[in-house]
């Protein structure tokens, strides 16, 4: 049985990168203001990393205030944005964290116009405008900032807010790959394995995998593995397969679930074991994978690697065949 692949796409969320808040990037961003706005702004970070939100609060709500025709410190207002989004020392408002992003997305903050337009994508304390997403990702993509260099390529491909454009979402997708960004990595291999806005390549498509993998995604991982199992774009390499298989499988990634439960079942690569077969189908087949509950199914029916039961077999038969399988495979198999 053919192993399917899920090629759904993932959104990155709402950004808070302290690194960033922390370190060099607030400070050399905070030209212009007064001494007294930087130690707020300082003090404000050390209070957020101690968990102290309401006093990250006030001290981020003086550097981020305006005065003299000084529009406010925009670290300070991102860092608020943040604040008043997932409600930490405040209650939770999205219209005022939309209000303190604008203002810093307004002074070229990436990561507040980033997090605007991920508000306006989602239609979270603004009125719901994929044009607008389109517009502060963009601004923020430009200035290399990965995770909108991510959210751009996401809307490029699915012509949100844009034409639909595979090309240019291949563009986005590197850039943003090639500064870490691991679901980046994963969807640009997903392109060169269809041919989508970039040549059919397998190998690249590998190659982007591994790197994706390697840098803890389970998408990629079972995508790796089944490159790896199949011959294309590397070597084919069974024992291989089986890691990333397991590595995703673990994370709850349910093709690769079914991948080692036709493993085990059929002996490929590793020992026959139909105990364990019968279980990785089970995991599977429990979020509606019919594949798998067509073949946890068949095991019931034939006592395979579980205690025979018919009955049991014919409701994961039923399952498999709400769940899309097709009519001609329970022909024969009952």
Same mark, same amino acid.
Request: aromatic share 10%; proline share 3%; charged share 15%.
């Given at each position: 049985?053919?192993?399917?692949?899920?090629?759904?796409?993932?959104?990155?969320?709402?950004?808070?990168?302290?690194?960033?808040?922390?370190?060099?990037?607030?400070?050399?961003?905070?030209?212009?203001?007064?001494?007294?706005?930087?130690?707020?702004?300082?003090?404000?970070?050390?209070?957020?990393?101690?968990?102290?939100?309401?006093?990250?609060?006030?001290?981020?709500?003086?550097?981020?205030?305006?005065?003299?025709?000084?529009?406010?410190?925009?670290?300070?207002?991102?860092?608020?944005?943040?604040?008043?989004?997932?409600?930490?020392?405040?209650?939770?408002?999205?219209?005022?964290?939309?209000?303190?992003?604008?203002?810093?997305?307004?002074?070229?903050?990436?990561?507040?116009?980033?997090?605007?337009?991920?508000?306006?994508?989602?239609?979270?304390?603004?009125?719901?405008?994929?044009?607008?997403?389109?517009? /502060?990702?963009?601004?923020? %993509?430009? +200035? @290399?900032?990965?995770? &909108?260099?991510? #959210? $751009?390529?996401?809307?490029? !491909? *699915? =012509?949100?807010?844009?034409?639909?454009?595979?090309?240019?979402?291949?563009? /986005?997708?590197?850039?943003? %790959?090639? +500064? @870490?960004?691991?679901? &980046?990595?994963? #969807? $640009?291999?997903?392109?060169? !394995? *269809? =041919?989508?806005?970039?040549?059919?390549?397998?190998?690249?498509?590998?190659? /982007?995998?591994?790197?994706? %993998?390697?840098? @803890?995604?389970?998408? &990629?991982?079972?995508? $790796?593995?089944?490159?790896? !199992? *199949? =011959?294309?774009?590397?070597?084919?390499?069974?024992?291989?397969?089986?890691? /990333?298989?397991?590595?995703? %499988?673990?994370? @709850?990634?349910?093709? &690769?679930?079914?991948? $080692?439960?036709?493993?085990?079942?059929? =002996?490929?690569?590793?020992?026959?074991?139909?105990?364990?077969?019968?279980?990785?189908?089970?995991?599977?087949?429990?979020?509606?994978?019919?594949?798998?509950?067509?073949?946890?199914?068949?095991?019931?029916?034939?006592?395979?690697?579980?205690?025979?039961?018919?009955?049991?077999?014919?409701?994961?038969?039923?399952?498999?065949?709400?769940?899309?399988?097709?009519?001609?495979?329970?022909?024969?198999?009952?």
């Amino acid at each position: 049985m053919a192993i399917l692949r899920n090629l759904t796409l993932r959104r990155c969320g709402l950004i808070a990168l302290l690194a960033l808040i922390a370190g060099g990037y607030g400070s050399a961003r905070a030209s212009g203001t007064s001494s007294a706005t930087q130690r707020e702004v300082a003090a404000g970070n050390a209070a957020f990393q101690a968990h102290d939100y309401r006093a990250a609060l006030d001290d981020w709500s003086r550097a981020a205030r305006a005065w003299h025709g000084y529009p406010g410190n925009k670290i300070a207002q991102t860092n608020l944005g943040l604040l008043y989004l997932d409600g930490d020392g405040v209650a939770p408002q999205s219209t005022i964290a939309a209000r303190w992003y604008r203002r810093a997305a307004v002074q070229g903050d990436a990561q507040a116009q980033n997090n605007l337009g991920t508000l306006y994508e989602q239609g979270i304390g603004l009125r719901q405008n994929d044009r607008a997403a389109v517009h /502060w990702y963009r601004l923020a %993509a430009i +200035q @290399g900032f990965a995770p &909108a260099e991510y #959210n $751009l390529a996401v809307m490029a !491909q *699915t =012509g949100r807010g844009m034409r639909q454009n595979a090309t240019k979402a291949a563009r /986005w997708y590197r850039a943003a %790959a090639l +500064q @870490g960004n691991a679901q &980046a990595a994963d #969807n $640009l291999g997903v392109l060169y !394995q *269809t =041919g989508r806005g970039v040549p059919h390549q397998l190998t690249f498509a590998a190659q /982007w995998f591994q790197r994706s %993998a390697q840098a @803890g995604d389970a998408k &990629a991982e079972y995508s $790796l593995g089944y490159l790896l !199992q *199949t =011959g294309q774009g590397v070597p084919r390499d069974g024992l291989q397969a089986a890691r /990333w298989f397991r590595r995703a %499988a673990k994370r @709850g990634v349910v093709p &690769a679930q079914f991948a $080692l439960g036709v493993m085990a079942e059929q =002996g490929l690569d590793m020992k026959c074991t139909p105990e364990a077969a019968a279980q990785w189908y089970a995991k599977a087949a429990q979020h509606g994978y019919w594949p798998a509950a067509y073949n946890l199914g068949r095991m019931y029916m034939l006592g395979e690697g579980i205690p025979r039961d018919p009955g049991l077999g014919a409701r994961w038969f039923t399952f498999a065949r709400q769940n899309g399988a097709p009519a001609r495979l329970f022909g024969s198999a009952n």
